[in-house]
């Protein structure tokens, strides 16, 4: 029985974080404009700091879908300092995020971010306002 919930409660989860929210994202742009040049922070940290837990995904999604260069989105990463993009995508993750100082320390499976020093911590009490 607890299994059954466990499993429906997740699928409403996805089902709400892929509906529109303008509010939900327009929380998740400031957070994400609020990370400062040279620094990265997560998903999840973002969505947490938003004030939606376990949105992730839908911070993903924002990301995905705003209209290029209007966030930075290269700051943001999955957990552990990972790129989670593929292809051509990571390439220029990766390339923007140098450019900006910030350092990779080699990852069994790819290049992850030293998030010890370049992770920054995310303060909702001092966001962009726009």
């Known amino acids: 029985m607890d299994q059954l919930y466990f499993e429906r409660s997740k699928r409403q989860l996805l089902r709400s974080a892929l509906r529109p929210n303008e509010q939900r994202d327009l929380a998740f742009r400031r957070m994400v404009l609020s990370i400062p040049a040279g620094k990265v922070s997560t998903y999840g940290a973002v969505a947490t700091a938003a004030g939606y837990p376990r949105y992730h995904r839908a911070v993903a999604r924002l990301l995905r879908t705003d209209p290029p260069d209007t966030l ?59």
């Open 72 to 130: 930075p989105w290269h700051r943001v990463l999955g957990a552990g300092g990972e790129i989670k993009l593929r292809g051509p995508a990571a390439h220029e993750q990766h390339a923007r995020l140098k450019l900006e100082g910030v350092e990779f320390v080699s990852g069994r499976v790819a290049p992850r971010v030293d998030m010890a020093r370049f992770e920054h911590t995310l303060k909702p009490w001092e966001v962009y306002r726009a």
